[in-house]
């Protein structure tokens, strides 16, 4: 708010400095003195502009002076926070009481004050902050608020009736700082006082609601952080108020440093990774005057120890960012203790069901799970979704709370309950991923991607994991498929394998081998799947299960094409077939006929091939599985091309594209791209036919993926044609391709198909 009045213009000292011997004749400089302004920081001398033409007098200055008050002079700059505020602001405006929380460190008392002094005019009896931390006694709240006020108990009566006579027939607002460990205390005292002062508002800081009838929270948000996409630049930095109080703040410790564009990325990570919260990115700024910004960024990993050393004349628990935490810590109730350090073993959230599921036991019970919950949340320790579903600790509360699992003797137990939730997702997610509701289900896996990496993690350390990191492994193949990180896949199954010796002969280890040889083979990598293949098949065998053994003779014959061995090829997809034919189950059925198709194609022999395609298409049709679906028309695609059937080739592209949003499967996509690069080549259209191969190659380097030899058999031809077509431009029109990003190679061959003739 500014501190002049309409007409009036008013320069600060710096200004006069730069100015003073310019000014016209007519122009003069009137001293108004020191002035404490709304921003709460050192008085500034100002001075009025004067002029003939110009009014010369007005009311006292808008300023701290011109209403009572006791805010205090703030010796640091206000950075940010003007979304909140204004809401804040807002809130005043309408509810009698609004109470700013958040955890420690957020900023809620910086917030409170710069609200109180931007209202200030609206409040004749003062403006009136009672900090309430160094009570710890609760019968002492009332005497804090009358020794802010100047209120005096009278003989006969008590103190809060002296405040109640008080607040009667004013007009002001009391700022109640730090009331969490106070709550019954300062609800009591502010539900009194409100009642009492129709004029009266309050505006409290804490860590949870007062609960006091007409109460209006607001849940002060962390400072906006960079995202982890992408390497930030010195101009990123400025539009992001966590990066600005770094380097603000970086700047007082060490009047040297400057933001570069070798430190941005650094300034980057540290405020993400202090989860945007003031007090610890300020107390990791203070540091650049011992450390490198990427030092920083480096330890911490052990933040607690290097996160100290904040203000002395600050609180103690504002001195260190455990101190911070200790201080919310020390106010739970032990259930809620438990539950907050176990909580420390979901990664990236969870839900309530989640919870229920993990923490419970051990003192704990699962019907008092939801209502620990809700307390921490109000404590604001666990932050909940808009939509209530999911919860989630800051990064800097999880690793307090990490710390205080491993002291506590409970974390091997915690840790495997943990392992055994989210593998019992992940084995009722992988049916479900060939079904309809598939999208939903990979939503779902998407949204607890960190956890199940986390309980793959523990699976190698956990008593008798093993098993339970085969099943994982497998259960969770063909998500890491359809997200197109291949490579992640296999990696996690290489280490599940490594934990159990090859001397082990069960259906978990069969599965996991056969989801490594896949893995290889959508790498390309045909001779690594040749191993784990033929174990898995040998295993299978043994277990006398002829679906495991149908399913791995699909890849192992796959894997045999890569290499060059048709024969041995040939001989594994028939007796997939066969077996498949003999079990009765259409489902296993679907993908073996693709199989021999691909034989009869890479010879160019497209008249016992689409038949095959097209049977594997309508089994794939009749039981719902839309990739499948995919997959054969992709086939067909290539076929209807090589026969000379465009039309019929566009409209199987523009299902495919349809499908591969709708199952959210990027293989199918870049499937998709690849046959449309190759359409186009087909219909001359040489411009679009580099784009799309562009966007396919680029993908395939992206995911690791690679095409298989029939399909590398169909598009060489076609694109070397483009190539000669198009001379010189092809490489810069490929390269446009390969800067466009999947998404946007999708919706371009969309609407390309689309307009087709």
């Not at 809700?374 to 939509?387: E, H, I, P, Q, T």
Request: charged share 25%; glycine share 8%; hydrophobic share 45%.
């Amino acid at each position: 708010m500014s501190s002049a009045h309409g007409g009036q213009v008013l320069l600060s000292q710096s200004v006069v400095t730069l100015v003073a011997d310019r000014l016209p004749k007519d122009v003069t400089l009137r001293d108004l003195g020191l002035v404490r302004l709304r921003d709460l920081t050192s008085p500034e001398r100002l001075y009025q502009l004067q002029h003939p033409n110009l009014r010369q007098e007005f009311p006292a200055l808008r300023s701290l002076e011109a209403t009572p008050n006791n805010l205090a002079q703030q010796v640091t700059s206000f950075v940010g926070r003007e979304r909140e505020l204004a809401e804040a602001t807002r809130l005043l405006g309408t509810a009698r009481l609004v109470t700013l929380l958040g955890p420690g460190g957020i900023g809620k008392t910086r917030l409170a004050m710069h609200v109180a002094a931007d209202v200030m005019d609206a409040y004749p009896d003062g403006v009136w902050l009672v900090d309430l931390a160094p009570l710890a006694d609760p019968r002492l709240v009332p005497q804090a608020v009358a020794a802010v006020l100047g209120v005096k108990e009278e003989i006969g009566g008590t103190i809060v009736e002296a405040l109640v006579r008080y607040v009667k027939d004013r007009r002001l607002l009391l700022v109640l700082d730090n009331c969490e460990h106070l709550l019954h205390a300062c609800a009591e005292v502010a539900g009194q006082l409100l009642r009492a002062g129709a004029q009266l508002k309050i505006l409290a800081a804490s860590r949870e609601p007062l609960r006091v009838a007409g109460e209006t929270s607001y849940h002060v948000p962390p400072l906006a952080v960079p995202d982890a996409r992408g390497k930030p630049t010195v101009e990123d930095l400025a539009h992001y108020e966590a990066t600005q109080l770094f380097v603000d703040r970086a700047t007082a410790a060490l009047p040297a440093f400057r933001a570069t564009a070798e430190n941005a990325p650094a300034i980057a990570d540290i405020c993400r990774r202090l989860d945007g919260i003031p007090l610890a990115i300020e107390l990791a700024a203070a540091r650049v005057s011992a450390l490198p910004v990427d030092r920083i960024a480096g330890r911490l990993t052990d933040r607690f120890r290097l996160l100290t050393g904040g203000d002395q004349t600050a609180l103690p628990r504002q001195q260190t960012l455990r101190a911070m935490i200790d201080w919310s810590h020390d106010l739970l109730g032990e259930p809620e203790r438990a539950l907050l350090r176990r909580l420390s073993v979901f990664a990236g959230g969870w839900t309530l069901e989640a919870a229920e599921a993990v923490c419970a036991g051990a003192g704990l019970d699962e019907a008092d799970v939801l209502d620990l919950l809700s307390r921490l949340v109000d404590k604001s320790l666990v932050a909940m979704d808009a939509d209530g579903q999911r919860y989630r600790l800051l990064e800097t509360v999880r690793e307090y709370a990490r710390a205080k699992l491993e002291e506590s003797g409970e974390s091997d137990a915690v840790r495997t309950r943990h392992l055994h939730h989210y593998l019992a997702l992940a084995e009722a997610a992988r049916p479900e991923l060939n079904g309809p509701r598939r999208s939903e289900w990979l939503e779902r896996l998407d949204v607890e991607r960190e956890n199940l990496l986390g309980a793959h993690a523990w699976a190698g350390r956990a008593e008798n994991g093993a098993e339970a990191g085969l099943r994982l492994t497998y259960a969770l193949g063909s998500y890491w498929f359809m997200r197109g990180q291949p490579e992640l896949g296999l990696q996690l199954s290489i280490e599940a394998l490594a934990r159990q010796g090859a001397q082990a002969r069960t259906a978990a280890r069969c599965r996991a081998l056969y989801d490594a040889g896949q893995h290889y083979c959508f790498t390309g990598r045909y001779e690594q799947a040749q191993g784990p293949l033929e174990e898995s098949l040998a295993i299978a065998r043994e277990l006398e299960e002829p679906k495991y053994v149908a399913r791995v003779l699909q890849p192992l014959g796959i894997a045999a094409f890569g290499r060059g061995d048709r024969d041995t090829a040939r001989a594994h997809m028939q007796e997939a077939v066969e077996l498949a034919r003999r079990i009765g189950d259409r489902r296993e059925l679907a993908a073996p006929l693709n199989n021999p198709a691909q034989l009869h194609r890479i010879d160019g022999e497209l008249d016992p091939a689409e038949p095959l395609y097209a049977h594997a298409v309508a089994i794939a049709r009749e039981i719902g599985d839309r990739e499948s679906v995919a997959v054969g028309l992709l086939n067909l695609a290539m076929v209807s091309i090589g026969r000379g059937s465009g039309d019929r080739a566009r409209d199987m592209l523009a299902e495919i594209l349809a499908i591969a949003g709708e199952i959210g499967s990027r293989p199918v996509g870049i499937g998709a791209l690849d046959v449309s690069a190759g359409y186009g080549a087909w219909r001359e259209d040489w411009q679009r036919a580099a784009r799309f191969f562009g966007t396919a190659q680029a993908q395939f380097v992206e995911t690791g993926m690679q095409r298989d030899p029939t399909d590398e058999a169909f598009l060489v031809p076609l694109i070397d044609q483009a190539r000669a077509a198009l001379g010189g431009t092809f490489e810069a029109l490929e390269r446009e391709g390969r800067a466009w990003s999947y998404e946007e190679g999708i919706r371009e061959a969309r609407a390309w198909l689309a307009g087709a003739p």
